[in-house]
């Protein structure tokens, strides 16, 4: 079996990061959905408006329905294709983000993810998962490519509730002894293929890296400092959400 590894195009990771939204996301296209969290487009709309209009780009900016259903993602493909959007940006948490992936998907156009929260590493992996308009579980959609940009405000997330950074750190503590048991056993992993050195590493890197900096991230986050000065935010923010992503998708993912 042949081993693989996957990843997003490009994954972008500082404070303040939203201000320069739009610099980034040029190469990909001109105009703009932007899917976005009700509560995080109260205080970061504005600010995403200006970052594209800066940047010369057309965007289009509409709140999240709640759920990442079908009719959810029919209704913002009425609204993007109206607007003659040549990509997606979802903005926020888990829902929202599977919600702009699976959009994106079914357009058949790029996709740049921005999750606000690092209490999973689902926003890097090829996958989103679909419920009914009544939050029960309908079915996982593996996809065929990663986002082509994931882009993580550091200050955004800090400011957020510690105990999602706590339930990131939980989730990516598991990802090593994941990839470590796929890898002895020749396990599948949701790449396709056996374990590559470098998701294993990876994975590795994660759990050492939560080891050294997670207690200290943990007490920055519970005070709500900013990230910029807080070097071990930064570098547990990365683990979560990039390190884990590639090593339980690229690595292998079974009960630890």
Request: overall charge negative; hydrophobic content about 40%; proline content about 4%.
């Amino acid at each position: 079996m042949d081993r693989i590894i996957q990843s997003p195009g490009k994954y972008i990771q500082g404070a303040d990061v939203i201000n320069r939204l739009g610099e980034y996301l040029k190469p990909l296209a001109e105009r703009w959905l932007v899917v976005g969290d009700k509560f995080v487009l109260g205080f970061a709309q504005s600010t995403v408006e200006k970052s594209f209009k800066d940047a010369g780009l057309v965007v289009e900016i509409t709140p999240f329905g709640g759920e990442c259903s079908q009719n959810e993602i029919d209704r913002l493909r009425g609204i993007a294709e109206t607007a003659q959007c040549g990509a997606i940006l979802g903005i926020g948490g888990g829902k929202t983000l599977d919600t702009a992936k699976a959009l994106a998907h079914f357009m058949g156009v790029p996709v740049a993810i921005a999750p606000t929260i690092a209490s999973t590493d689902a926003p890097c992996s090829a996958l989103s998962v679909i419920y009914t308009d009544e939050g029960e579980f309908d079915r996982y959609l593996l996809l065929p490519n990663n986002p082509n940009m994931v882009i993580v405000d550091t200050k955004i997330v800090a400011g957020a509730p510690a105990r999602l950074l706590a339930a990131g750190i939980g989730d990516a503590l598991a990802t090593w002894f994941e990839a470590r048991a796929c890898s002895r056993s020749g396990a599948t992993t949701m790449a396709g293929g056996k374990c590559t050195q470098a998701a294993l590493a990876l994975a590795e890197l994660c759990y050492n890296t939560l080891l050294e900096e997670g207690e200290k991230a943990m007490l920055a986050a519970e005070q709500h400092r900013t990230a910029c000065s807080t070097p071990a935010l930064e570098r547990v923010i990365e683990a979560n959400t990039y390190l884990s992503g590639v090593g339980f998708e690229s690595g292998g993912s079974r009960g630890a």
